[in-house]
């Protein structure tokens, strides 16, 4: 695995094109000077903390909306898992496909956990510009990433 990318506020957000669960490319790229975006990148899908965390962003959907922000949670589930999990939680956003989570080592990410490399619970906003306007990791409130987008 490639060595982990360090990100900060004000960076310009590494691009990417990743599949939806539907198997529909999304890139970054075309959401410049269109709509914020805001990235959660999460462990996995149907897990207790993932759960709870997507679903708070699923409550406050219509805000970021009202922000003007689009949000995509992004892991390396494949599509089954994230049709299974937008379904059962009835996740209004699209679920990123990252396979062999490039996007997320480029976005700082990953963690070590014993011999094995997971995703590491961290959300990212980036701007109309493409400028990281938020970085987190671990589970921020939605009020926070909502702030950041002001």
């Not at 009202?66 to 892991?75: D, E, M, R, W």
């Not at 059962?88 to 956990?113: E, M, N, Q």
């Amino acid at each position: 695995m490639a060595e982990q990318k360090i990100l900060k506020i004000g960076d310009i957000a590494p691009l990417f094109t990743l599949e939806d669960q539907s198997g529909k490319k999304v890139a970054l790229a075309d959401f410049r000077h269109k709509k914020m975006v805001v990235l959660i990148f999460y462990p996995g899908d149907m897990t207790p903390g993932c759960t709870m965390q997507l679903c708070a962003v699923r409550d406050d959907s219509s805000k970021f909306a009202k922000a003007g922000a689009v949000v995509f949670g992004i892991n390396h589930g494949d599509a089954n898992s994230h049709k299974a999990f937008i379904k059962k939680h009835a996740l209004p956003f699209p679920l990123l496909i990252d396979k062999g989570k490039k996007v997320s080592l480029k976005y700082g990410a990953i963690k070590s956990f014993f011999k094995t490399k997971i995703i590491k619970r961290t959300v990212v906003a980036v701007d109309k510009e493409g400028k990281i306007i938020y970085l987190r990791r671990g589970m921020p409130t939605d009020a926070e990433i909502l702030k950041a987008l002001k």
